[in-house]
C-alpha cells in the first residue's frame, strides 16, 4: 500500500545547506485547544494563524534559528544557540499577550526546548532526541515554555535579561521514555502558574520503558484515539511484528489524562490457560487476594473495577480468546472502564471494535521522490532511525535511497521487519542488505502459503536474519526461546552454554544477538543485564529448536535451574532475607510457570509436585493464590498415585494452605487431613508434627478447640524431641490462638511471648509479625491500650517490609478501633477506611477469625464506618504505603 507522507506547508522545509548540525536546539510549539478556536473564531481563526505564523517567523530569523517544517498549527524550528531559542520562545510568548492585550484572538502557544546533538537523514533530524523535544513541549500547557536539562545546562546564567528558570522536577513523558528533569521560564509580564504538566505522573500506571523513539503513526494514532472516544473495547488486529503492541502503549499514553484511576499495561504473553486470564489482570494492578469470603479472582476484580475511571491494555490476547467473554463481563460490571486489546484475532463479542493496524506509510520505489520528502515516509524515517542509532552518522543519499526504498517496500512497511533489516547497517549497506534480502524472499516465494502474506513477509524477514548468524549465534538463539519472560546472563550461560558446548563465548553471542535486534536488554537484574525476545521472534526460534533436536535437553536443563532456585528461595520466604527473594521469584514467574508445566507433562511428577509444593508461600504473599491452588491441583491431578508420598506430601501442604488463605475451610480440610494421614504412614517426625500443626487450623476456625489443642499438644511433644526451636515456636503460636479464642488471655499470653522469642531466634520475620498481632489483641483485650498499640505497630512496620497485605489490614483495622475507642474518631476513621480500601483491592473481607481478635460486629463495623465519614473517606483513598506512614504516627 502506498501512502503519502504528513504534508507540510509550502516553503516550510529548509535544504540540507541550511540545517545546522553539531549541538542545537530543537524547538516544537503548537497551539493549545486549537481545535475549540477553530469552532469559536469562524474565518477569524485562520486570519489569527496566518497572523501567528507570520510573526514567529521574524522571531526565529532575528534569532538565528531555521523552520524545519509546520504542520497546520505546529512548528519545528531548529537553533545554533540555546540561549536564541529560549530568546525566540520569549519573545514569541510577550507578542501573543500583548496581540490578546489589544483586542486580538487569546492563542495559548505551548512550547518545548530540548538542546543535543543533531542526527541528519536525507534533508530532515532524526532520531530520539527530535521526539524528545515534541514531547516536553506537548507536556505543557499554553502560554508555558519548559526547557530539558541539556538545555538549562547549556543556557546556564547567560538568560537573557529579567529571565529566570523555575525547577518543575522529574518527569516521565508520553514517549514512554525514562524521566526527564523539566524546568519552565519565567519572564516578567508573562504567566507563570499553570496546572500540573501533562506526564504520566499525573496517573497511575505502569506503562514500560521505551527504549526507542516511537516513528511515524500519526494519522493511525489520532484515529485509534478517536475510535477510544466512541468504544469501550478497542481490539488492534495484524499479524506478528506489525506494532500493535506499541501503537497500543502510545494510544495509551495519549489518553491517560482521561482516567482518573490510571492505565495499566497487561502482558498475557507468557500464558495459555484462558483461566488464568483474570488473575493475571489483578495481579498487575496489585490487587491482593486475602483470606475473606468465598470468591473468585474474576469476581474480585469486577468488584474492585465497578466504581472506576480506568484503561487496561491487554496484549497478546490472540493465544487466550476464550477469555473474551470475560472482558464483556468486566465492561458490564464496571461502567468507567475502557479496554484495548492487541491480537492476532479479533474476540468476537458484543461491543467491540476492531482496528487492524496497516503498515507504516511506503514509498514508490518506482517513482521516487527528492530526499527531503523521502526521509518523511514512516518506513524510510524508521529505517533511518535504527541505522542511525547502530552507525551513528548515517544518512539516506542519493546514491543509497533506491535500496532503502525497495527494502521498506520489500518489507510491506511491517515495523519489525524493517528493524531487524536497518540492524545490518552495522556491516552492510543499504544496497548489499537489498542484495541479501532479495535472495532470501526469492527463496521463500514457494513456502508457507498458507500464511497471510504480510505474515509471510516478517517471517522472510526474520529467516534473512537468522540465516545470517554463524553456527554458534544459531544455536543460541534457538536455545533461547526456552526462557519465557527473559533470563539474565547466570541463567543462559548455565542453560544454553557451556561455551564448548556452544561453540563460542556466550556472553559475545548474546552480545552479537542484541547488535543484531534480535534479542533485548529489558532491565537491570541484580545489577547485571536481563535479555529477552519479542514474542514473535521468540516463537520463530521456539521452532529452530524444535527442529535442531536438542529441545528436550534444552528444556530439562530449563526446568532444573528453576527447581534449584525455587530449592533456594523456599526457606528465605519467611525470613529477614525474604524480599529480594520474593522479588526474584516474581521476575522469574514465567520461567518458573514454564518449568513447572514442562515438568509435569513430561511425567516428572516428584519434581513437579516438589516444585509447587515450594512455591506456594511466595503466590501467598504476592496475592496469587487463586494460580497457586490451579497449578498446584494441576500438578496433583497428573501425578494421580503415581509420585513419591514425600512429593506428594509437599504439595499437599501447599493445597492445604492456599485454601486456608481463600478461607475455604472445606478445602483445607481435606488437604491438611489427608496430609496428616500421609506422614503418618511415612513416619516421619517432623513431617507428623508439621501435618498436625497444619491441621489444627481449620478445627480453631471452626472453634472445634479441644481437638485442636490435642493436635498441637501432639506436635509440640514432637518437636520438642526432635529439637526443632521453630517447630516449637510455631506450635506455641497454635496454642496461644486457642487460648485467645476461648478469651483466657492470661493463658495465652505465655505461649505468645514463648512463640514470639522463638521467632526471632529463628529468624522467621513473618511469624514474628502475627505473633506481636496477637500479643497486641490480647493487651487490647485486657484493657492495655499502650501495650496493644506499640505491639501493633511493630507488627505493621514487619508487615508493611513484605508488603503482607493480610496482616497489614489486620492491624490497620485494629488500630482504627483503639484510636476511636480513644475518642478520635478522625483518626479510627482514616484508618478504618484504609484498611477497608485495602479489603476492597483485594475482593475480599476479613476473615470471621477476625472478629475474635477485634471483638467488633458487622453492624457495629457499619456504625462506625459511617462516623467520621470524610475522615473514612480520606483513609479509603489512602495508598497502601500512605496508610502505614499514617498509622505509624504519633496519634
Excluded at 332 to 355: F, N
Excluded at 391 to 397: I, L, N
Aim: glycine share 10%; charged share 25%; aromatic share 6%.
Amino acid at each position: 500500500m502506498i501512502r503519502l507522507p504528513p504534508k507540510t506547508q509550502p516553503g516550510a522545509m529548509a535544504t540540507t545547506r541550511e540545517l545546522p548540525t553539531g549541538t542545537v536546539t530543537f524547538l516544537f510549539s503548537d497551539i493549545e485547544g486549537s481545535t475549540r478556536l477553530v469552532q469559536e473564531l469562524g474565518d477569524g481563526y485562520h486570519r489569527a494563524l496566518e497572523d501567528h505564523s507570520r510573526t514567529f517567523r521574524e522571531i526565529i530569523a532575528r534569532e538565528g534559528g531555521h523552520d524545519v517544517g509546520t504542520e497546520g498549527d505546529s512548528f519545528f524550528v531548529v537553533f545554533p544557540s540555546a540561549r536564541g531559542a529560549v530568546s525566540a520562545a520569549v519573545s514569541l510568548q510577550r507578542a501573543l499577550a500583548e496581540r490578546a492585550a489589544s483586542g486580538g484572538p487569546a492563542l495559548r502557544v505551548r512550547v518545548g526546548l530540548h538542546t543535543a546533538e543533531a542526527v541528519l537523514g536525507g534533508d530532515n533530524y532524526v532520531g530520539l532526541e527530535v521526539h524528545r523535544a515534541a514531547r516536553i513541549s506537548g507536556a505543557g500547557h499554553g502560554g508555558q515554555i519548559l526547557l530539558s536539562e541539556s538545555t538549562r545546562s547549556v543556557v546556564g546564567d547567560r538568560l537573557p535579561d529579567g529571565l529566570s528558570i523555575r525547577d518543575l522536577g522529574d518527569h516521565r513523558l508520553k514517549d514512554l521514555s525514562r524521566p526527564e528533569r523539566l524546568y519552565q521560564v519565567l519572564a516578567p509580564e508573562l504567566p507563570g502558574e499553570f496546572p500540573a504538566l501533562r506526564t504520566l505522573e499525573n496517573r497511575p500506571n505502569n506503562l514500560p520503558l521505551s527504549l526507542t523513539s516511537f516513528i511515524g503513526r500519526a494519522a493511525e494514532l489520532e484515529e485509534v484515539k478517536r475510535l477510544l472516544d466512541q468504544t469501550r473495547l478497542l481490539t488492534l488486529t495484524g499479524p506478528g511484528g506489525t506494532g500493535k503492541t506499541r501503537l497500543s502503549l502510545q494510544l495509551a499514553a495519549a489518553a491517560s489524562d482521561r482516567f482518573a484511576h490510571g492505565v495499566y499495561f497487561v502482558t498475557l504473553a507468557p500464558i495459555f490457560d484462558p483461566a488464568l486470564v483474570p488473575s493475571t489482570i489483578a495481579q498487575t494492578l496489585g490487587l491482593y487476594e486475602v483470606t475473606g469470603r468465598p470468591g473468585s479472582p474474576r469476581e474480585h476484580l469486577a468488584e474492585y473495577l465497578r466504581d472506576r475511571e480506568l484503561l487496561l491494555v491487554l496484549d497478546n490476547f490472540e493465544q487466550v480468546l476464550p477469555a473474551a467473554p470475560f472482558v464483556t463481563d468486566l465492561l458490564r460490571a464496571s461502567p468507567g472502564l475502557k479496554v484495548i486489546v492487541t491480537s492476532r484475532a479479533v474476540l468476537r463479542v458484543s461491543g467491540e471494535w476492531e482496528y487492524p493496524v496497516p503498515p507504516l506509510g511506503l514509498p514508490d520505489p518506482r517513482h521516487l521522490p527528492g530526499l527531503p520528502v523521502l526521509s518523511q515516509f514512516e518506513a524510510v524515517a524508521l529505517f533511518i532511525e535504527r541505522a542511525a542509532a547502530v552507525k551513528p552518522g548515517f544518512q539516506v543519499t542519493n546514491e543509497n535511497a533506491p535500496a532503502v526504498a525497495e527494502i521498506c517496500a520489500r518489507l510491506d512497511g511491517l515495523p519489525l521487519a524493517i528493524e531487524l533489516a536497518a540492524a545490518r547497517v552495522r556491516l552492510l549497506s543499504p544496497q548489499a542488505i537489498l542484495a541479501r534480502l532479495g535472495s532470501r524472499l526469492a527463496l521463500a516465494i514457494g513456502g508457507a502459503r498458507d500464511l497471510p502474506e504480510r505474515q509471510r513477509t516478517l517471517r522472510q524477514a526474520i529467516d534473512w536474519s537468522h540465516d545470517l548468524l554463524d553456527p554458534a549465534e544459531k544455536k543460541l538463539f534457538a536455545r533461547l526461546a526456552v526462557f519465557v519472560g527473559g533470563a539474565g546472563l547466570e541463567e543462559i550461560e548455565t542453560v544454553c552454554g557451556p561455551d564448548e558446548d556452544l561453540g563460542t563465548d556466550v556472553l559475545d553471542a548474546v552480545g552479537s544477538l542484541g547488535e543484531k535486534s534480535l534479542i533485548t536488554t529489558i532491565d537491570e537484574d541484580r545489577g547485571e543485564p536481563r535479555f529477552s525476545m519479542l514474542e514473535t521472534i521468540r516463537e520463530y526460534a521456539a521452532e529452530r529448536l524444535d527442529e535442531s533436536g536438542e529441545a528436550e535437553e534444552i528444556r530439562r536443563r530449563h526446568a532444573e535451574v528453576f527447581l534449584a532456585l525455587v530449592e533456594l528461595a523456599e526457606p528465605k520466604l519467611t525470613g529477614r532475607e525474604r524480599m529480594p527473594w520474593l522479588d526474584r521469584l516474581e521476575r522469574e514467574h514465567d520461567n518458573l510457570r514454564a518449568a513447572l508445566s514442562w515438568t509435569s507433562e513430561h511425567g516428572d511428577h516428584d519434581r513437579a509436585l516438589t516444585m509447587a509444593g515450594k512455591l506456594w508461600r511466595f503466590w501467598q504473599q504476592r496475592g496469587m493464590i487463586e494460580e497457586g491452588r490451579l497449578r498446584v491441583g494441576d500438578a496433583m491431578a497428573r501425578a494421580g498415585g503415581e509420585a513419591a508420598p514425600r512429593a506428594r506430601l509437599k504439595a499437599l501442604e501447599a493445597a492445604g494452605s492456599l485454601a486456608y488463605w481463600q478461607a475455604d475451610i472445606d478445602g483445607q480440610t481435606a488437604f491438611y487431613q489427608e496430609a496428616l494421614a500421609l506422614a503418618r504412614r511415612i513416619g516421619d517426625e517432623a513431617s507428623i508434627a508439621n501435618a498436625l500443626y497444619n491441621a489444627s487450623f481449620p478445627l480453631i476456625y471452626t472453634e472445634r478447640l479441644e481437638e485442636a489443642r490435642r493436635h498441637l499438644e501432639e506436635s509440640l511433644a514432637l518437636y520438642g524431641r526432635l529439637g526443632d526451636r521453630l517447630g516449637v515456636a510455631r506450635v506455641q503460636w497454635g496454642l496461644g490462638d486457642v487460648f485467645f479464642v476461648e478469651r483466657r488471655l492470661q493463658e495465652a499470653e505465655p505461649y505468645l511471648e514463648q512463640s514470639l522469642a522463638g521467632f526471632r531466634e529463628a529468624g522467621d520475620v513473618t511469624m514474628e509479625g502475627w505473633a506481636l498481632f496477637l500479643l497486641g489483641s490480647a493487651s487490647r483485650a485486657q484493657g492495655d491500650t499502650a501495650g496493644a498499640d506499640a505491639r501493633l505497630k511493630e507488627a505493621l512496620r514487619l508487615f508493611a517490609e513484605a508488603r503482607d497485605v493480610p496482616g497489614v489490614l489486620f492491624v490497620l483495622d485494629s488500630l482504627g478501633e483503639i484510636a476511636a475507642e480513644a475518642g478520635d474518631e478522625d483518626r479510627g476513621s482514616r484508618l478504618r477506611g484504609a484498611a477497608e480500601a485495602l479489603k476492597a483491592s483485594s475482593g475480599a473481607a476479613l476473615i470471621e477469625t477476625s472478629r475474635k481478635y477485634s471483638g467488633v460486629t458487622s453492624d457495629e463495623e457499619r456504625a462506625m464506618s459511617e462516623q467520621g465519614s470524610a475522615g473514612f473517606a480520606e483513609g479509603h483513598r489512602m495508598t497502601l504505603d500512605q496508610a502505614v506512614a499514617y498509622a505509624l504516627e504519633e496519634g
